[in-house]
Each structure stands twice: as structure tokens, then as C-alpha cells.
């Protein structure tokens, strides 16, 4: 998740660029993770990566992020919506939380 850490460097010079980048890590990162073939638009895509959450059993929290995030990423790249430095940075914060939710960090054994 190195680019999530890029993403937040990027937030003071480019908010909508640190948007870009965390959305992109969460997309990926659940594409590698989740069982899911993919063909087609975007739009197919991330509909069938919230499917197989909810096959998880993912709870509904992680669930309304995910769509959330994918909200706020087309909004700000489509120009909608001015993202402000703060709002990249929590976009940013997020996307960790969602990432460690659908991957969560392994740790060492004792």
C-alpha cells in the first residue's frame, strides 16, 4: 500500500491527484484480493467487486466506503466537486481504513 502513502504527499500540492491514486490502490487492491473475473466497464467492474464483498460477508460499514469513495473519485475528477486539501487528505485516510478491511496487515508469529 506504498501508494497510498504517495497519495498523501501528493495532497498538498494536487488534492484531486492524491484522490486519484488512493481510489485507485482500493480498486486494485480488492480486484488482487477478491475472486472476480473481470470483462467490461468500469462501471461492471466495481458493481461485481461490491458483490463479492457482500459475498465476504464484508460488513455494510466497509461496503457504503467502498461506494462512497467511488462517489467522491468520480466527482472529483469529473470536475463536480472542488477538492479541497482537506477533503483529499480524509479520501486518503479512508482509503487505509478500507484497504486494511479488505486485506488486512498479516503479522509475525510469536
Known sequence: MEQLADAGNVVPTSPVA????????????????????????????????????????????SLELFRELGRLHDRATQGDELATKKAALDFVNAAWSLCRQIHPPRHAAA
Open 18 to 61: 492524491a484522490i486519484v491514486i488512493a481510489w485507485n490502490t482500493v480498486r486494485r487492491l480488492a480486484e488482487e484480493v477478491l475472486p472476480v473475473s473481470f470483462v467490461g466497464p468500469a462501471s461492471d467492474r466495481q458493481r461485481n467487486l461490491i458483490h463479492e464483498m457482500e459475498r465476504m460477508d464484508m460488513p455494510p460499514e
